[in-house]
C-alpha cells in the first residue's frame, strides 16, 4: 500500500517561495506519474504540476508556468514542487499525488497548508 507524505507548507508573503517535497513509500517510484494538486477554499481541486518518474517530463498549469518547478530525487523517492513569486489567490490545501503509470494504482497525500499573506 503506497504512502505519501508532504511537508513544508506554511505562511509567506506575496512573492515569496517555498518548496514543498512529497516522499513516497510503499510503491515503486519509477511506475508512476507524480502530481501536485491544491484545493482553495471553496474552489475545486486543481492539478498544478506534473512529473514522469521514468521519463522525467513535466507539466504545469497555465497559471504557474514559469514560477514553479517540479523536481524529483528516486534515492530518496521524493517529489519536489519550488513555488516562486507566489500570489495571495495561491492559497490553498497542496495535495501529492501518485498515478500509476499502467494500473489503476492511485495515492493521495494528507496534504499541506500554504497561506500566501502580507
Known amino acids: 500500500q503506497g504512502q505519501l507524505v508532504e511537508s513544508g507548507g506554511g505562511l509567506v508573503q506575496p512573492g515569496g517561495s517555498l518548496r514543498l517535497s512529497c516522499t513516497a513509500s510503499?510503491?515503486?517510484?519509477?511506475?508512476?506519474?507524480m502530481n501536485w494538486y491544491r484545493q482553495a477554499p471553496g474552489k475545486e481541486r486543481e492539478l498544478v504540476a506534473t512529473?514522469?518518474?521514468?521519463?522525467?517530463?513535466?507539466k504545469y498549469a497555465e497559471s504557474v508556468k514559469g514560477r514553479f518547478i517540479i523536481s524529483k530525487d528516486n534515492a530518496k523517492s521524493t517529489v519536489y514542487l519550488q513555488m516562486n513569486s507566489l500570489k495571495t489567490q495561491e492559497t490553498a490545501v497542496y495535495y501529492c499525488?501518485?498515478?500509476?503509470?499502467?494500473?489503476?494504482?492511485?495515492?493521495w497525500g494528507q496534504g499541506t497548508q500554504v497561506t500566501v499573506s502580507s
Open positions: 499525488n501518485a498515478n500509476h503509470r499502467s494500473r489503476s494504482y492511485n495515492y
Open positions: 512529473i514522469n518518474i521514468y521519463e522525467g517530463s513535466t
Open positions: 510503499g510503491l515503486t517510484f519509477h511506475n508512476y506519474a
